[in-house]
């Protein structure tokens, strides 16, 4: 297993994800941007701080902003899935395109120490409704349709994940018990180790983690695949640690600020690829799951009170 300090650049990993090269490349830049080496990370923050400016300059001005060769511009394509440098281009001015529409929606990004709670609140709901859209964007259906036979099938499911990926873990294991699927999450590292000790042939094991380094995560990963689970990492950077030791890899596209880090946009970017995994679960056993729900419905809705969402006093508990 390598190091969690360092992301291996190896871009030839079986673990690697099919993208979607319609997705924006910026997206897929961001991801892959701890992986890069040095030189190639410049040229990425030149591309990312100013893309449609670099759709219209020429490969040795991109080069010179970077403080380095037309050479490394070449790698650093190739790096990101783009086959050279006019590509690269080209790819920049479709999504500068694409994004023309929605740039008075821009709020300026990072929260600052003087913005009013106004301009938090929207500042908020812009990052994570970007977050959610293009984690949607670039989410291999593939991949995901692939994971959701998997844990259709499977006789347990084990989810991993600390942090602010406990809650996404606990969240996940709460659907599939809703419809009657075998899931338990865990976030102690102990208990995540022991459990994926006990995994065998047609289980699944989920690993949570935004960077996809978090050591506890990564290992609880590993030894479940060790006894023959069938292992699945869910992560913002298709490079990273956890990678290695995932048959599976379903990635997230979330940008954290400032007073956010680890703890907002990336965990609903993260809810958003469990509701689709259970959704595609459910759909595999949807008479089953339908009964269940209406179950476990039934099952607490005497611990409501009688009051309608208008406000008014239910006369009939079914209603």
């Known amino acids: 297993m390598?190091?969690?300090?360092?992301?291996?650049?190896?871009?030839?990993?079986?673990?690697?994800?099919?993208?979607?090269?319609?997705?924006?490349?910026?997206?897929?830049?961001?991801?892959?941007?701890?992986?890069?080496?040095?030189?190639?990370?410049?040229?990425?923050?030149?591309?990312?701080?100013?893309?449609?400016?670099?759709?219209r300059r020429s490969i040795t001005e991109v080069a010179l902003a970077a403080k380095t060769s037309e050479t490394t511009v070449t790698?650093?394509?190739?790096?990101?899935g783009v086959g050279g440098y006019p590509q690269l281009r080209?790819?920049?001015?479709?999504?500068?395109?694409?994004?023309?529409?929605?740039?008075?929606?821009?709020?300026?990004?990072?929260?600052?120490?003087d913005d009013d709670l106004a301009s938090v609140v929207s500042k908020v709901g812009f990052a994570d409704a970007r977050a959610v859209e293009e984690t949607a964007e670039q989410l291999d259906i593939g991949e995901l349709t692939r994971v959701t036979e998997l844990v259709a099938?499977?006789?347990?499911?084990?989810?991993?994940?600390?942090?602010?990926?406990?809650?996404?873990?606990?969240?996940?294991?709460?659907?599939?018990?809703?419809?009657?699927?075998?899931?338990?999450?865990?976030?102690?590292?102990?208990?995540?180790?022991?459990?994926?000790?006990?995994?065998?042939?047609?289980?699944?094991?989920?690993?949570?983690s935004h960077s996809g380094a978090t050591t506890d995560t990564v290992e609880a990963l590993r030894v479940a695949k060790e006894h023959g689970a069938t292992t699945v990492a869910i992560t913002n950077f298709p490079r990273s640690p956890i990678t290695?030791?995932?048959?599976?890899?379903?990635?997230?596209?979330?940008?954290?600020?400032?007073?956010?880090?680890?703890?907002?946009?990336?965990?609903?970017?993260?809810l958003t690829v469990i509701d689709c995994l259970f959704i595609g679960v459910a759909q595999q056993h949807f008479d089953d799951a339908m009964a269940a729900l209406d179950a476990t419905r039934a099952a607490v809705d005497g611990h409501r009170l009688g009051i309608r969402p208008d406000g008014r006093r239910r006369t009939d508990r079914g209603q």
């Not at 790698?75 to 990101?80: E, G, L, M, S």
């Not at 699927?181 to 994926?196: E, G, K, N, Y």
């Not at 290695?244 to 993260?270: K, M, N, P």
């Open 90 to 113: 080209i790819a920049l001015a479709a999504d500068t395109a694409r994004s023309e529409a929605r740039a008075s929606r821009d709020l300026g990004g990072d929260i600052t120490a």
């Open 75 to 80: 790698r650093f394509c190739k790096a990101i």
């Open 153 to 208: 099938a499977a006789g347990r499911v084990d989810v991993y994940g600390v942090g602010a990926s406990a809650f996404v873990a606990a969240d996940l294991q709460q659907k599939m018990h809703r419809i009657g699927r075998v899931c338990f999450a865990w976030s102690d590292t102990h208990i995540m180790l022991t459990s994926a000790a006990v995994l065998g042939e047609g289980d699944v094991a989920v690993a949570i």
């Open 244 to 270: 290695s030791v995932a048959d599976h890899v379903l990635t997230t596209a979330a940008r954290e600020t400032t007073f956010r880090s680890g703890a907002t946009a990336s965990r609903i970017a993260q």
């Open 2 to 55: 390598p190091g969690v300090s360092n992301f291996p650049t190896d871009s030839g990993s079986g673990s690697q994800p099919e993208t979607d090269h319609e997705a924006s490349p910026l997206v897929r830049i961001r991801s892959l941007l701890p992986g890069l080496a040095r030189a190639e990370q410049r040229v990425a923050k030149v591309v990312l701080d100013d893309p449609s400016s670099v759709a």
